[in-house]
């Protein structure tokens, strides 16, 4: 039997603090109706002004933790997919290794943004296949709103804060991660980015002024990139393992915009009932938006053991990645 990582305890959290669409119409020259056609979000959670990336993860890997029934001492590895960490360094993972007590596992963060959750469970799937580790926390979390342009209608209205963990045990057996496959196009980085901080443009006054420090993003052009290769991506996915559109138990697709959601599933021909959506409610939480969804269908006994799931991303970089599940 091949060695498998199986995802077996799951866990999310969002700030309590609600910023409803009619909120947003008092900040800045939008409409309710505007944002729920164009994009599907209602509302999203915020953090407060001293709760960091580090505390939502925390809060997420604890539930995640219990449901598997793993001691914090036990986990050997800490992976955090976040763009928005605490600070540059040290790594929200080793923010979170102190915090969690878990004194015996490594941390290390990855930025693949809003693939970052997949690309973090491809690279937490390929250590417990090669023997390395037994048992791996992976979250993905961001805090959206501090880096946001508060400004900008177009880009504001979509993000919110949260985290979600899943906790990877090596076990042997049909049941666990299937397949992963990860895609990168960095010619089109400036679909999505975040200018300023980093080496190219250091932090100063002038990039402040100029409003670097905030996403910036082509919204139509990278939804267009988006409906393409989601559908492809799939499809590629399951030919990949022989299997069929109507073996699928359920897609947990990345909350970016409930247009892209669709227009993906139309194409499919997959009906929305299988479709994991929460967007409604959180907004674009990054990378914490697979494992949030995960964690509420699992809580809400959507998945049944042995169970297919595909779960889907697409963001900065671009990056964009699939993972197939059998539960
Ligand atoms: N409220 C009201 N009007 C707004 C608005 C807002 N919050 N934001 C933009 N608009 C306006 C624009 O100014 C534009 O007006 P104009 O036609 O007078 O110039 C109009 O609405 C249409 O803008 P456009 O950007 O073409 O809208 P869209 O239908 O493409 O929807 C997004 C915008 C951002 C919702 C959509 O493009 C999207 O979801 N993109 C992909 C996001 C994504 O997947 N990212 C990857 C993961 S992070």
Redesign the pocket.
């Known amino acids: 039997m091949p060695l498998r990582s199986r995802i077996t305890g799951t866990g999310s959290y969002t700030p309590e603090n609600v910023l409803t669409n009619l909120d947003l119409e008092k900040k ?4 309710d109706e ?2 729920t056609e ?2 599907g979000i209602k509302e999203r959670r915020i953090v407060g002004d001293s709760e960091t990336t580090s505390d939502l993860c925390l809060e997420a890997s604890k539930r995640a933790l219990q449901a598997a029934d793993v001691k914090p001492a036990d986990i050997e590895l800490i992976i955090v997919a976040t763009m928005s960490g605490d600070m540059p360094m040290p790594s929200t993972a080793a923010l979170l290794q102190k915090k969690l007590h878990a004194i015996n596992a490594a941390a290390f963060d990855l930025n693949a ?2 693939s970052g959750f997949l690309f973090g469970l491809s690279t937490a799937d390929n250590f417990i296949k090669a023997g390395t580790y037994r048992k791996i926390l992976l979250v993905g979390a961001d805090v959206m709103s501090k880096f946001i342009d508060w400004q900008d ?3 504001c ?2 993000f919110g804060d949260g985290a979600g963990a899943v906790v990877l045990e090596s076990s042997r057996g049909a049941r666990g991660v299937i397949s992963t496959h990860l895609f990168t196009d960095g010619n089109l980085w400036d679909f ?1 980015c975040l200018p300023g901080g980093g080496s190219q443009n250091p932090p100063s006054a002038k990039t402040m002024k100029d409003r670097l420090h905030f996403v910036k ?1 082509k ?2 052009e ?2 267009k990139v ?1 409906v393409r290769t989601l559908e492809k991506l799939v499809v590629d996915t399951l030919k990949k393992n022989n299997l069929k559109l109507s073996e699928l138990a359920m897609l947990i697709p ?1 909350q ?2 409930l ?2 959601i669709k227009a993906t599933a139309e194409r499919l021909n997959l009906p929305m009932n299988k479709v994991a959506i929460n967007l409604d409610r959180y907004g ?1 939480t ?1 990378s914490a938006s697979i494992p949030i969804a995960l964690d509420e269908v699992v809580r809400e006994g959507r998945i049944k053991k042995d169970d297919y799931i595909l779960l889907e991303a ?3 970089g671009l990056t964009w990645a699939s993972a197939l599940i059998k539960w």
């Open positions: 800045v020259d939008t409409s505007w944002i164009r994009t943004a809003c209608r177009s880009t209205v979509l999505i993003m919204g139509n990278t939804f988006a990345h970016a915009n247009r892209i674009n990054s697409f963001g900065a």
